[in-house]
């Protein structure tokens, strides 16, 4: 147990998915999942551990920001000897032409935040996802034929900010904005684990298109699926 965590060492598979909302970690153990159980409700951050197709899987809430995933991600690694995180949430689009529901495989994390410095004492600004993870999940992709934009992502601490994202996209190769895969990195670096974040489109921040809420949730669904059979595959 951690001061946030009540589950057992053992009920936390090696392989952890990791959306932001607790409900959609319960929607994705209904759905997907056979023989699940609930691992964790601390603060209502609802984790699922259970089989897809045969082979175990947890399904862990990072809640929203670099500060809530730093600290789920960080135990989890540490503490829970979790390998592999595939952070999946949504995202807003710097680009015009990155429509809505489309998928983001986040190549490197840009971000202004202090989260890395503050665990390394490193002054990185741009992290990696996990190559080995990336290739599975592309290769993933490719059979379930879903289209994948691979590039870099601004991860903020503020969602009420106001940057320029003409220089970030130009600049940075910044496809898009979240609030989460920064922190993730830099534990899954610090730590020597692996991590990854797939993103679907849920706002265009230059024509200011909004997704439907039900629209949202198909939409995930297909990059659930997209994560879920990564980790069988890989
Ligand atoms: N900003 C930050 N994070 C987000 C956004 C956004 O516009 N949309 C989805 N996640």
Same mark, same amino acid.
């Given at each position: 147990?951690?001061?946030?965590i009540?589950?057992? %060492?053992?009920?936390i598979a090696k392989?952890?998915?990791?959306?932001?909302?607790p409900?959609?970690?319960?929607?994705?153990a209904?759905?997907y999942?056979?023989?699940?159980?609930l691992?964790?409700s601390v603060?209502n951050?609802?984790?699922?551990t259970?089989?897809?197709?045969?082979?175990?899987v947890?399904?862990?809430?990072?809640g929203?920001?670099?500060?809530?995933m730093?600290?789920?991600s960080?135990?989890?690694?540490?503490?829970?000897?979790?390998e592999?995180i595939?952070?999946v949430?949504?995202c807003?689009?710097?680009r015009k032409e990155?429509?809505?529901?489309?998928?983001?495989?986040?190549?490197n994390?840009?971000?202004?935040?202090?989260?890395?410095?503050?665990l390394?004492?490193?002054?990185?600004?741009?992290?990696?996802g996990? %190559?080995?993870?990336?290739?599975?999940?592309?290769?993933t992709?490719?059979k379930?034929? =879903?289209?994948l934009?691979?590039?870099n992502?601004?991860?903020?601490?503020?969602?009420?900010?106001?940057?320029?994202?003409e220089?970030?996209?130009?600049s940075?190769?910044?496809l898009?904005?979240?609030?989460?895969s920064?922190?993730?990195?830099?534990n899954a670096k610090?730590?020597?684990?692996?991590?990854?974040?797939?993103?679907?489109?849920s706002?265009? @921040?230059i024509?200011?298109?909004?997704?439907?809420?039900?629209?949202?949730?198909?939409s995930?669904?297909?990059? =659930?699926? @997209?994560?879920?059979e990564?980790?069988?595959?890989k």
């Amino acid at each position: 147990m951690t001061p946030h965590i009540e589950a057992k %060492k053992e009920d936390i598979a090696k392989d952890v998915i990791m959306p932001g909302d607790p409900l959609r970690c319960k929607m994705i153990a209904e759905k997907y999942l056979t023989d699940y159980k609930l691992v964790n409700s601390v603060r209502n951050q609802l984790a699922y551990t259970g089989l897809y197709k045969g082979k175990r899987v947890t399904i862990f809430s990072s809640g929203m920001g670099n500060p809530s995933m730093g600290i789920y991600s960080y135990e989890l690694f540490n503490f829970y000897n979790v390998e592999n995180i595939i952070r999946v949430g949504s995202c807003g689009a710097f680009r015009k032409e990155l429509n809505l529901y489309e998928v983001v495989l986040v190549e490197n994390s840009y971000s202004t935040s202090n989260y890395n410095y503050e665990l390394t004492k490193e002054n990185d600004r741009l992290l990696p996802g996990n %190559k080995f993870l990336n290739n599975a999940i592309l290769k993933t992709a490719e059979k379930l034929n =879903i289209k994948l934009n691979l590039g870099n992502v601004y991860c903020t601490d503020v969602f009420y900010n106001d940057v320029d994202k003409e220089y970030l996209s130009k600049s940075f190769n910044c496809l898009a904005t979240e609030m989460e895969s920064f922190a993730l990195f830099s534990n899954a670096k610090k730590l020597g684990k692996k991590a990854s974040t797939i993103l679907t489109v849920s706002d265009n @921040l230059i024509t200011n298109e909004e997704t439907s809420p039900e629209e949202r949730q198909n939409s995930f669904n297909q990059m =659930i699926e @997209l994560a879920l059979e990564t980790i069988i595959n890989k």
